[in-house]
């Protein structure tokens, strides 16, 4: 699986951004999909992440973050094997570089667990 990310860019805090990540191969939607972040200096951290299927089902379970959860969204879109996320409420602390990540199988946030990795794109929030 090749994933490239895209949507970053700079941000006032309180604004929204929407990050998009397009992947190959025909099996993505049995993919859970995942982002992560990294900020300068620090370790990268767990953000959101949803399932995958082999059938095909109109909602898809998600988990998020502690530090993310009621601001941001994760969905995906398995016909153009896409998974975005929606940033609202951003915080200065949201700034990083965010990559997309895909694994088989269930729902993981140790960056460890997740097999395929996009380049990142960079999310800045200024104050």
């Known amino acids: 699986v090749q994933l490239q990310a895209s949507g970053g860019g700079l941000v006032q805090a309180g604004g929204s951004l929407r990050l998009s990540c397009v992947g190959s191969g025909r099996t993505f939607s049995t993919y859970t999909m995942g982002w992560f972040r990294q900020a300068p200096g620090k370790e990268r951290e767990f953000v959101a992440a949803?399932?995958?299927?082999?059938?095909?089902?109109?909602?898809?379970?998600?988990v998020y973050a502690d530090s993310v959860k009621g601001r941001f969204t994760i969905s995906r879109d398995n016909v153009r094997n896409t998974v975005s996320l929606q940033m609202n409420s951003l915080k200065a602390e949201d700034t990083a570089v965010y990559y997309c990540t895909a694994r088989p199988g269930d729902l993981q946030s140790h960056p460890s667990e997740y097999d395929y990795w996009g380049q990142g794109t960079l999310v800045t929030v200024s104050s």
């Open positions: 949803i399932k995958g299927s082999t059938v095909i089902k109109y909602y898809a379970d998600s």
